[in-house]
Each structure stands twice: as C-alpha cells, then as structure tokens.
C-alpha cells in the first residue's frame, strides 16, 4: 500500500525540482523517499503517515533545545501580535547584537541575515572590500552554503549529490578560490608562501561539520591564525553550524583562536530564519551604510526570528546546559560504538558538544579523503535500518548529527536498543 508520504512525494516532484527545497532533504545518497514531517515536540517528529522517529537532525542544527521548546514558541507567539516585520530597526535586534558580542569575544560589532549563505557571501564580499584582495581559500568537505565562490570542492549536499563544485559557477570566479585539504598545515604554509598578499580571506569550518564531523587537528588553526596575520589576509570561521551547538563560547572558544570574522546561524535563530556575521570593529566599519561594501536585506533582523533566536540563546546560558548536552551526546556515540563492537562491525564515532559523527571505518578520519573510505553501503543500511526502528540520523554519509536538551536518557537507551537490533541482524 502506498504510504501518504510516498503520494506527497511523487505529488511534490511535479512542483518542486527533486520534491525539496534543499537538495540534502531529497535521501539521493542514501535512497528511498524523503520524509514529510508533520510535527516535532521535543526529540521527536512526526511523519505524514503519523509515524514517530527520535530526531537527530534536528532541522541540520538549529534545534539544540529540541523541536517546539515552550519558551521559543511562547516568544514567537509574543512577537508575532505585534506585527511580523518593520523593515525598519527594532530594540529586539539590537538586544541580540550586543548579546552576541558579550557571547563571542572576537565579534565587536555584528549584522543579521537570514541564511547562513548570506552570512558567509557577506563575510566574504567584506573581506575583499576590506583588503582590496580577490582570493579566497576555502578547505575540500567544507560547505559555506551555495554562493558562486564557495561552491568549490563544496560539501554537504554538493558532495553527497557528487557534484562539489557546482555547474553555473562561471570560470572565473572559481578561479579566485584556492581548495587545500582540511588539516593540511603544510598545504597552507605552501599557499601562503606562493600567494600570501594576495589573499583576501580563508574561510574555514573550525570544525568541520559538512563532509561528517572532522575535528581540526593539533596546529591546524593556530597555523592558520598565524598566517593570516602574517599576511594581512581575514580569518573568517564559519561556525554556522558550530557556533554554539558545540560549546557557549563557539568552536572558537574551544580551540582558542580569535578569528576576524565569524558567521553564524542556525542555533543563533532557534528555528527560524536567522544568521548572522561580525567580527573586528574596523574591519565591520567596512560596511554599508558608513562603509564602500554593500550588503542588504528585506528581512534582515526579523523581529519573530530574532525573538526566537533570543528565547534560545538565553536558554543555552543556563549552567551546566553543555555539560549535560555533552554528556548526552557521547553516552550516543560510545554506545553505539560499543554495540557495533560486540558484533564485530567496523565502526566507529566521536562527539563534540552537540554534534556527532558516525563513520562505517575502523578509525575517526582526520581528512576528507578519510571521509571518503567510510563504506557507504554500511552506512546507508544502517540508515534505512535505525528509520524502521523510528530512529531518524541526517539521509547522508556526509553530515554531521545533532543531539538536543530534549534528548533523555529513554531517548539514548530506545537509540542503542534499536542499533542493538540492527547490529545482531547486520
Ligand atoms: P544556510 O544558507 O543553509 O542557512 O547555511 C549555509 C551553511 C553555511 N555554513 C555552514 C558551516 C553550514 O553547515 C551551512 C548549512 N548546513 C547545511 C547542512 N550541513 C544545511 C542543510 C541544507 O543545505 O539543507
């Protein structure tokens, strides 16, 4: 019998190409039919044909309290009676402002957009602008959303359709992005050395969340700093993913690096359309309308979305909320890892704050060309295995996973049942 969601799917090609809206909804790598979800409370969802999962994509990030978090919908629900949009300033905007330069030490001044890409397009476009530069250096894996000049050897949804650099991106803007390895530090020294002053900027994922989870490895960033600042060139962090998903003060933080400029999203709107991008007050100043660098928006600084974004980022401010988080999180993967032991399949996982990776090999990749051994037959069976058992992980080899505040311990215990039954049947 054909499901309700198998009918919205065949219904939704007619109208949308591939049936989605972002192509890493559309399951290409790991086959079968995208889900419709219907709801989400908590660490659950709910399908068209009204089937639960345990959710560990989490909208790709945003969700670290959990779908529908009380307090976040309350705030929307405040937000909208008094209107949606102004086009205009607002007081909510500037109270996310200075909240998130109190939050993120590098960020003296900041902008709102609305999608990580456009934060990241921003970012970039300044870092030019503040330089006077054209080239870029961008890592193989990372994904900084789809603007022309980092669809480049991108990854995410570019690497699991197989097409990292996309078609439609002219020649020559692709010709002002250089792609090094991820964790190349000789690569970049290298780079540095040939075209130093002519680098605008390096954008990097402190850590990578878009070809799996790859942590950087000792030296990588503080490489990076160092030569950036050598060479007058901006450091730009894209921490749209990670930008406190793994840990308050950002991957930054973490690793104690000050970068230039930073972007974020996802968590930062709580759910609803939100990014932004900031950094050192000089080179902000850059900016229009004070500066010669352009950049705009309709819905820039939304008051729904920045009420969102505010209800979340003081949630996430309470003590102890990254420990528990962090706590959560590997109790996931060291279980998993632990069963997949017991049945002798080569697996492994590590956790970084709220986000994961799960990898069919026998060691955690430390490159994207690591990434690119996991076996992704194993990983598409386990996929469509755990879905069966309501258990939802990201519909690609190449994403990073997410727990949020909602998972419970009965959440994690239900997670490793499931891949108990899996694995004994693998
Ligand atoms: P958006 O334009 O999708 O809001 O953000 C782009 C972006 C920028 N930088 C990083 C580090 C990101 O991870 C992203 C978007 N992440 C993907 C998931 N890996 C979004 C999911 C999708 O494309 O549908």
């Known amino acids: 019998m054909t499901s309700l969601n198998q009918k919205l799917f065949e ?67 405040t937000a909208v009676k008094n209107g949606l949009t102004f086009g205009a300033p607002t007081e909510a905007e500037l109270e996310i402002a200075q909240l998130l330069c109190t939050l993120v030490p590098s960020i003296e001044q900041v902008r709102l957009v609305s999608s990580g890409t456009e934060a990241t397009m921003s970012a970039i476009r300044l870092a030019r602008g503040y330089t006077g530069r054209n080239r870029i250096i961008k890592f193989e894996g990372c994904y900084h959303g789809h603007d022309d000049a980092l669809l480049v050897k991108a990854g995410s949804g570019a690497l699991t359709l197989g097409c990292p650099s996309s078609a439609g991106v002219s020649a020559e803007i692709a010709s002002y992005t ?150 959560r999180n590997l109790q996931l993967t060291e279980g998993l890892t632990k069963v997949a032991k017991k049945y002798g399949i080569t697996f492994c996982a590590q956790s970084l704050g709220g986000m994961f990776g799960l990898y069919f090999r026998s060691n955690i990749p430390t490159s994207y060309a690591e990434v690119m051994e996991c076996d992704r037959k194993s990983f598409n069976r386990f996929f469509h295995a755990m879905l069966r058992e309501g258990i939802y992980f990201a519909p690609s080899p190449f994403e990073a996973g997410f727990v949020s505040s909602a998972h419970s311990n009965k959440e994690i215990n239900s997670t490793l049942s499931a891949a108990e039954k899996v694995f004994s049947n693998w």
């Open 11 to 77: 219904f939704s090609q007619e109208y949308i190409p591939g049936g989605v809206n972002s192509p890493v909804r559309a399951f290409k790598s790991v086959g079968g039919v995208p889900i419709f979800f219907r709801r989400g409370k908590g660490a659950y969802v709910w399908d068209a044909d009204n089937n639960s999962y345990i959710d560990y994509v989490g909208s790709w990030g945003p969700l670290i309290l959990g779908h529908a978090h009380p307090k976040v919908i309350k705030a929307v629900q």
């Open 178 to 327: 250089t792609v090094l390895d991820y964790n190349d530090q000789d690569g970049l020294e290298k780079i540095f050395g040939q075209f130093g002053e002519e680098i605008a900027a390096v954008i990097v994922e402190p850590v990578a969340g878009n070809m799996n989870l790859v942590t950087p490895k000792p030296g990588f960033l503080s490489t990076l700093r160092e030569l950036c600042t050598k060479h007058g060139s901006v450091l730009v962090f894209d921490e749209v993913m990670t930008g406190f998903r793994v840990g308050l003060k950002c991957a930054q933080g973490i690793y104690n690096i000050k970068p230039d400029l930073t972007t974020l999203g996802k968590v930062i709107g709580g759910g609803m359309p939100m990014a932004a991008f900031g950094g050192r007050r000089d080179i902000m100043q850059c900016l229009a309308p004070i500066g010669p660098v352009y950049q705009a928006g309709t819905l820039s600084g939304n008051p729904i979305a920045v009420n969102a974004g505010l209800a979340t980022l003081r949630l996430i401010q309470v003590s102890g909320f990254y420990k528990k988080l962090a706590t």
